[in-house]
């Protein structure tokens, strides 16, 4: 009887959704690039929670605040797992990648290492190590403007392995790790991706996974010699005690282990922990800040603003940590590009690890659940003119999203647009470096240069920038474009000189 009366209430409830085809579900008109594009125009016309399936794949798609901490935050008991990801091995199981992993031991203990570590070196400000490393940039920047890019992305680099193994000189290798790994976990990376069943081709005539073999035992190769590195500098008594791997060290040596033997796997999981780590916060953090030089360059009026702040608080000198509290202004540039052109713009894929019900519809055990960081930045109630560039949503009271006091908000730490650094039991761990490393990098470029568009020598016109021009991966940066880099003045050209040189002796420059 029972079955009867179901049947008669008709099918299950279910979210709204695009309309789904057999087999294939919804993946004919889903770009692998910019998808977060499509899933925002899906959102304005099914709303701040969907439905839809690839291939076999159910995802739900959430748009909304509220909706993605009631699922994902209060509910992180069930939607904290991750889902799998083709072309990586063993991703799940670990201990590579501690973001990419399911909930286990290995989880619990990296996530809880790095989160410790993290704390501590943000207690004493990373050291002055951000600091000297945005001295440098500006050096760098003074002799060859047109490597911006690159002189970003190598700064983040160098921080993050500063502060990993003390080897500042790893910072390119780190990033051009950091972007492949990220172009083989994205569904705009190796076809396998999204056409998984290619992936199980035998291993001869696979090129995807030889590739990836190759591509791992490099990774691997590299973190594990780094590590090897800094325990030998440990024995000597060489490694400075501001870095994580002396961390590391310091805590097996307090256990007893004077000597630092460890089995194979006992130094992998060190090894993966720590390269992972110095890893993760590499183009996580350059993408915004090259998105940040190209709204600087397209905003006049804001960059102007910003030096002017700048000017009134330190004089001469370059800004450090220690004016964070004066210079909103250069805060909310900040704050306002990671919303406008956001870091991780699909969000970081959760997976459902047991069968729930949610607004009263089925949700089966494997479903991906993902929160649209892209979406979520865009509405208009909490963003209004969402499409805009306006630093003075996080400045001016009226706004949603204006807190006091400005002497410490905006920031990447707490308060109003924390979702972008996602969700519960899985949080990001870098906003604490975030918060120092944009803040430094950003108030330094300010102090130093005046920005915009490249003027064509031929034409005499400024070089259009495109703003929707990216990769695909997982971490947003822009495509190659063009800006002008000038000294503010001969003698702040003079200034970021002088502080490139008196730093040469004390960094592998
Ligand atoms: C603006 C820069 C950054 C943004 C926007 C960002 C954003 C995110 C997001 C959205 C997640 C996934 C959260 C979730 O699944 O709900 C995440 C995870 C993570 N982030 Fe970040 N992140 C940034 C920088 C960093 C940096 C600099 C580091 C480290 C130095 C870092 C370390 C991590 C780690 C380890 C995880 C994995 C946590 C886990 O799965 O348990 N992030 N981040």
Same mark, same amino acid.
């Given at each position: 009887?029972?079955?009867?009366?179901?049947?008669?209430?008709?099918?299950?409830?279910?979210?709204?959704?695009?309309?789904?085809?057999?087999?294939?579900?919804?993946?004919?008109?889903?770009?692998?690039?910019?998808?977060?594009?499509?899933?925002?125009?899906?959102?304005?016309?099914?709303?701040?929670?969907?439905?839809?399936?690839?291939?076999?794949?159910?995802?739900?798609?959430?748009?909304?605040?509220?909706?993605?901490?009631?699922?994902?935050?209060?509910?992180?008991?069930?939607?904290?797992?991750?889902?799998?990801?083709?072309?990586?091995?063993?991703?799940?199981?670990?201990?590579?990648?501690?973001?990419?992993?399911?909930?286990?031991?290995?989880?619990?203990?990296?996530?809880?290492?790095?989160?410790?570590?993290?704390?501590?070196?943000?207690?004493?400000?990373?050291?002055?190590?951000?600091?000297?490393?945005?001295?440098?940039?500006?050096?760098?920047?003074?002799?060859?403007?047109?490597?911006?890019?690159?002189?970003?992305?190598?700064?983040?680099?160098?921080?993050?392995?500063?502060?990993?193994?003390?080897?500042?000189?790893?910072?390119?290798?780190?990033?051009?790790?950091?972007?492949?790994?990220?172009?083989?976990?994205?569904?705009?990376?190796?076809?396998?991706?999204?056409?998984?069943?290619?992936?199980?081709?035998?291993?001869?005539?696979?090129?995807?996974?030889?590739?990836?073999?190759?591509?791992?035992?490099?990774?691997?190769?590299?973190?594990?010699?780094?590590?090897?590195?800094?325990?030998?500098?440990?024995?000597?008594?060489?490694?400075?005690?501001?870095?994580?791997? $002396?961390?590391?060290? =310091?805590?097996?040596?307090? &256990?007893?282990?004077? %000597?630092?033997?460890?089995?194979?796997? *006992? @130094?992998?999981?060190?090894?993966?922990?720590?390269?992972?780590?110095?890893?993760?916060?590499?183009?996580?953090?350059?993408?915004?800040?090259?998105?940040?030089?190209?709204?600087?360059?397209?905003?006049?009026?804001?960059?102007?603003?910003?030096?002017?702040?700048?000017?009134?608080?330190?004089?001469?000198?370059?800004?450090?940590?220690?004016?964070?509290?004066?210079?909103?202004?250069?805060?909310?540039?900040?704050?306002?590009?990671?919303?406008?052109?956001?870091?991780?713009?699909?969000?970081?894929?959760?997976?459902?690890?047991?069968?729930?019900?949610?607004?009263?519809?089925?949700?089966?055990?494997?479903?991906?659940?993902?929160?649209?960081?892209?979406?979520?930045?865009?509405?208009?109630?909490? $963003?209004?003119?969402? =499409?805009?560039?306006?630093? &003075?949503?996080?400045? %001016?009271?009226?706004?949603?999203?204006? *807190? @006091?006091?400005?002497?410490?908000?905006?920031?990447?730490?707490?308060?109003?647009?924390?979702?972008?650094?996602?969700?519960?039991?899985?949080?990001?761990?870098?906003?604490?470096?975030?918060?120092?490393?944009?803040?430094?990098?950003?108030?330094?470029?300010?102090?130093?240069?005046?920005?915009?568009?490249?003027?064509?020598?031929?034409?005499?016109?400024?070089?259009?920038?495109?703003?929707?021009?990216?990769?695909?991966?997982?971490?947003?940066?822009?495509?190659?474009?063009?800006?002008?880099?000038?000294?503010?003045?001969?003698?702040?050209?003079?200034?970021?000189?002088?502080?490139?040189?008196?730093?040469?002796?004390?960094?592998?420059?």
């Amino acid at each position: 009887l029972r079955t009867w009366k179901k049947k008669k209430l008709g099918p299950p409830a279910r979210f709204p959704g695009p309309k789904l085809f057999p087999v294939v579900g919804r993946v004919h008109d889903l770009p692998r690039f910019a998808m977060w594009l499509k899933l925002k125009e899906w959102a304005d016309i099914y709303g701040p929670i969907y439905q839809t399936r690839m291939l076999n794949q159910p995802f739900i798609i959430v748009s909304d605040e509220k909706i993605a901490e009631e699922l994902l935050v209060k509910r992180g008991h069930i939607y904290s797992g991750r889902p799998q990801i083709r072309s990586l091995f063993r991703h799940k199981e670990g201990p590579s990648y501690v973001a990419l992993m399911d909930r286990h031991d290995i989880w619990t203990r990296q996530r809880k290492w790095v989160h410790a570590a993290m704390a501590e070196s943000h207690r004493n400000h990373f050291y002055g190590h951000v600091e000297n490393e945005s001295a440098r940039f500006l050096g760098l920047m003074l002799m060859d403007p047109s490597r911006f890019l690159d002189y970003t992305r190598e700064f983040c680099g160098r921080v993050m392995s500063r502060l990993a193994w003390d080897d500042a000189t790893q910072g390119k290798t780190n990033g051009d790790s950091a972007d492949m790994t990220l172009h083989c976990m994205s569904v705009s990376g190796p076809i396998t991706n999204t056409m998984t069943p290619i992936w199980h081709l035998p291993f001869a005539v696979n090129p995807w996974k030889k590739f990836e073999v190759k591509r791992e035992a490099a990774q691997r190769a590299w973190w594990i010699n780094n590590y090897r590195l800094a325990r030998d500098r440990m024995l000597r008594g060489e490694l400075p005690s501001d870095t994580w791997a $002396y961390r590391y060290f =310091e805590q097996l040596q307090r &256990e007893g282990n004077h %000597e630092l033997v460890q089995t194979e796997d *006992q @130094e992998v999981f060190a090894c993966c922990m720590i390269g992972f780590f110095n890893l993760v916060g590499v183009v996580t953090i350059s993408g915004p800040l090259k998105f940040f030089l190209m709204a600087m360059a397209l905003h006049p009026v804001w960059q102007r603003k910003a030096q002017e702040e700048i000017d009134r608080v330190c004089g001469n000198r370059m800004p450090t940590m220690k004016d964070f509290a004066d210079l909103p202004t250069v805060r909310a540039c900040l704050k306002e590009t990671v919303r406008w052109r956001s870091g991780v713009p699909l969000g970081v894929p959760h997976q459902a690890e047991k069968d729930d019900e949610f607004r009263g519809v089925q949700i089966k055990k494997g479903t991906i659940i993902l929160a649209c960081e892209w979406s979520i930045n865009r509405v208009e109630s909490k $963003y209004p003119d969402p =499409e805009s560039f306006r630093p &003075e949503r996080w400045l %001016e009271p009226g706004w949603p999203t204006y *807190q @006091e006091p400005l002497s410490r908000y905006p920031n990447f730490r707490e308060g109003q647009g924390m979702h972008t650094f996602g969700w519960g039991r899985r949080t990001c761990l870098g906003n604490n470096i975030v918060d120092d490393e944009m803040f430094c990098f950003g108030a330094a470029v300010l102090w130093a240069f005046n920005m915009g568009p490249k003027v064509c020598p031929r034409t005499g016109e400024p070089v259009h920038i495109d703003t929707q021009a990216t990769n695909s991966h997982v971490i947003l940066e822009p495509s190659t474009f063009y800006m002008d880099f000038k000294p503010r003045s001969r003698e702040r050209g003079a200034d970021v000189l002088d502080g490139y040189k008196s730093l040469v002796g004390e960094l592998k420059i």
